[in-house]
């Protein structure tokens, strides 16, 4: 079936400095992927929506400078959280859509 | 917001069928039912979808109503591996840049 690959699996970073993730749909092209944030025992919350070639599209109350999105490709999108705060420190996951979604198998984040 | 509502835990014993409802009242004629599975730390996985018709593949069965408010998820012989939250979500299928939007899911805890 068709894959979804997510780098890095995890991550530690210091606050202040960007992190990137990159999300890859590895057997099918993907105009469209999907950026999630889940914290602990939450359920996955939709941050934006990756359009190849074009702007990303932010949920109400995610802030797109710190967010950043670029969707460079067919088969790549990556998220680039900027000056990264404790508070950043999640579990993201993006998903590609080919008939199903398929999602990532995710990247935890740790910011100390 | 997400347009399904389903109970927030459920036990079931190994090699029981496990059951897990889900109500969508509001469902649209063009919206199908889906299921995903989230074990913990791992991204999303599709289990199945329907639209008005009964589905079964190899990883369940889904039984939708007649009229389409709600559904059940049924996972014939389950073992610990199936241990997980289980999200039920609906989506307009042909569409498949349509994202999709996480309820609080059922955590189902298979026991020996």
């Known amino acids: 079936g068709a894959v979804v690959s997510q780098h890095p699996s995890w991550v530690i970073c210091k606050s202040g400095t960007s992190v990137k993730i990159e999300c890859r749909s590895l057997d099918f092209q993907a105009t469209t992927m999907f950026w999630y944030r889940q914290f602990p025992k939450q359920s996955l919350m939709l941050m934006a929506t990756?359009?190849?070639?074009?702007?990303?599209?932010?949920e109400q109350g995610v802030e797109k400078d710190k967010f950043l999105i670029n969707h460079a490709s067919l088969t790549l999108s990556t998220l680039t959280v900027t000056s990264a705060h404790p508070e950043d420190s999640s579990f993201y996951i993006c998903?590609?859509?080919?008939?199903?979604?398929?999602f990532g198998q995710g990247t935890r984040l740790t910011v100390v | 917001d997400a347009k399904t509502t389903q109970p927030p835990s459920m036990d079931c014993a190994e090699g029981r069928a496990a059951n897990l409802p889900c109500n969508h009242s509001t469902i649209s004629g063009n919206e199908y039912v889906y299921w995903y599975r989230q074990i913990h730390s791992q991204g999303p996985q599709y289990i199945i979808h329907?639209?008005?018709n009964n589905e079964t593949n190899e990883m369940a069965s889904l039984i939708i109503t007649e009229d389409r408010k709600s559904s059940t998820l049924i996972l014939p012989h389950a073992t610990l591996r199936d241990t997980a939250v289980y999200y039920c979500?609906?989506?307009?299928?042909?569409?498949?840049?349509?994202?999709?939007?996480f309820g609080t899911g059922t955590r189902l805890q298979v026991f020996p």
């Open positions: 990756s359009n190849e070639g074009s702007k990303a599209t932010y």
């Open positions: 329907g639209l008005k």
């Open positions: 998903s590609a859509s080919s008939h199903e979604a398929f």
């Open positions: 979500i609906v989506r307009v299928a042909i569409y498949n840049t349509d994202k999709l939007i």
